[in-house]
C-alpha cells in the first residue's frame, strides 16, 4: 500500500510540474516531453490518454498551440473580457527599440520607464488569465491578480541580469499569482466540503437516535452514543446555526 501511495504521489508532482512547464513555455508541451517525464513510471497508453485529457482540459496545448474558445467563459466573463481588450486598445504602442530601450532604463530604476513597462506587459496578465479560466476563479480576479503582480514585478528587476530576461521574469510572476489564487480557492472548497460534511455527520446521528427516544436528544447524550467529544459536536451547531433538527443544544 504504501508503494501505491509513493507512486501516486510520484504521479501528481509529474503532473503539476509538466503543468507548470507547459505554462513556463506559453501552454505548450510535446508529448515527448510529457512522455519523458513520467518514463520511470512506465505509465500504459490509457494512463497517457488520461494525463493528455488533464493537459487539454487546463487549456494546454500538446504538440501544438492552446487553443482558447470564449465559448468556454460565461457571459459575465464574456462581456468583462470585450471590455477589457477594448480599453488595452487605448495604450501606446512601442516599437521594438522602443521597447528595449524602456526595458534597459526600468532595470536602472527609472520610475517612468517602470510605468511604461506595465503598460507594455498589460496585454499579456490578460493572455494568461486566459490560461487559468475555468479552474474556479472568475477572470476578473484572475486579471486583477496578473495586474498586482505586474504591478510590483516592475520594481523587483534588480533580480534580474539581462534586459531580455524581464519579459520571462515578469511572465514567472504572473503565473504564480494565479495559481495561488486559485490554489486559495480550492483550499476554501475543500474547507466548505469539510464543514459540510461534518455537520450532516452529527445531524445524521442525532437523527438516529432521536428517532429511538422519540424526542429530541442532548448533546451529552450524543457524545455517549458516539464517542464524540463535546468540540466536534458543538462546531457541527455553530456551523449549522444551530439548525440540527433533532438535537437540543441547550443554547437558546
Do not use: C, H
Given at each position: 500500500?504504501g508503494?501505491?501511495d509513493?507512486?501516486e504521489?510520484?504521479f501528481a508532482?509529474?503532473?503539476?510540474n509538466?503543468?507548470?512547464?507547459?505554462?513556463e513555455?506559453?501552454?505548450?508541451?510535446?508529448?515527448?516531453?510529457v512522455?519523458?517525464?513520467?518514463?520511470?513510471l512506465?505509465?500504459?497508453d490509457k494512463q497517457?490518454?488520461?494525463v493528455?485529457?488533464?493537459?487539454k482540459?487546463h487549456?494546454?496545448g500538446?504538440?501544438?498551440?492552446?487553443?482558447f474558445?470564449?465559448?468556454?467563459?460565461s457571459d459575465?466573463?464574456k462581456n468583462?473580457?470585450?471590455?477589457?481588450?477594448?480599453s488595452?486598445?487605448?495604450?501606446?504602442v512601442?516599437t521594438d527599440?522602443?521597447?528595449?530601450?524602456i526595458?534597459i532604463?526600468?532595470?536602472?530604476?527609472?520610475?517612468?520607464?517602470?510605468e511604461?513597462l506595465i503598460?507594455m506587459?498589460?496585454?499579456?496578465?490578460?493572455?494568461?488569465?486566459r490560461?487559468?479560466s475555468?479552474?474556479?476563479v472568475?477572470l476578473?480576479?484572475?486579471?486583477?491578480?496578473?495586474?498586482?503582480?505586474l504591478t510590483k514585478?516592475?520594481t523587483?528587476?534588480?533580480?534580474?541580469?539581462?534586459?531580455?530576461?524581464?519579459e520571462?521574469?515578469l511572465?514567472?510572476l504572473?503565473?504564480?499569482?494565479?495559481?495561488?489564487?486559485i490554489q486559495e480557492?480550492l483550499?476554501?472548497?475543500?474547507?466548505?466540503q469539510?464543514v459540510?460534511?461534518?455537520?450532516?455527520e452529527v445531524?445524521?446521528?442525532?437523527?438516529?437516535?432521536?428517532?429511538?427516544?422519540?424526542r429530541?436528544?442532548?448533546?451529552?447524550e450524543?457524545?455517549?452514543?458516539?464517542?464524540w467529544?463535546?468540540?466536534k459536536i458543538?462546531s457541527?451547531?455553530?456551523?449549522s446555526?444551530?439548525n440540527i433538527?433533532?438535537?437540543?443544544?441547550?443554547?437558546?
Open positions: 500500500m508503494n501505491l509513493n507512486k504521489k510520484e508532482t509529474i503532473l503539476k509538466i503543468t507548470r512547464q507547459a505554462r513555455n506559453r501552454n505548450v508541451i510535446t508529448s515527448d516531453e512522455k519523458n517525464a513520467f518514463s520511470e512506465k505509465l500504459d497517457f490518454e488520461m493528455f485529457e488533464y493537459l482540459n487549456k494546454i500538446v504538440d501544438s498551440e492552446a487553443v474558445a470564449d465559448e468556454d467563459l459575465e466573463e468583462y473580457l470585450d471590455d477589457y481588450i477594448e488595452l486598445k487605448a495604450l501606446p512601442y527599440g522602443e521597447k528595449e530601450a526595458t532604463a526600468a532595470l536602472a530604476g527609472e520610475k517612468d520607464a517602470q511604461k503598460t506587459y498589460l496585454p499579456l496578465v490578460v493572455d494568461v488569465a490560461m487559468y475555468e479552474q474556479g472568475y476578473e480576479d484572475l486579471v486583477g491578480e496578473g495586474n498586482v503582480a514585478g516592475v523587483m528587476l534588480e533580480a534580474v541580469g539581462e534586459p531580455s530576461e524581464v520571462s521574469f511572465y514567472k504572473m503565473l504564480d499569482a494565479m495559481e495561488n489564487i480557492n483550499s476554501e472548497d475543500a474547507g466548505s469539510k459540510l460534511k461534518l455537520v450532516q445531524a445524521d446521528k442525532a437523527s438516529e437516535l432521536a428517532e429511538d427516544l422519540r429530541k436528544v442532548t448533546v451529552k450524543l457524545m455517549d452514543e458516539t464517542g467529544d463535546e468540540d458543538r457541527a451547531i455553530k456551523f446555526g444551530d433538527e433533532d438535537l437540543d443544544s441547550g443554547e437558546k
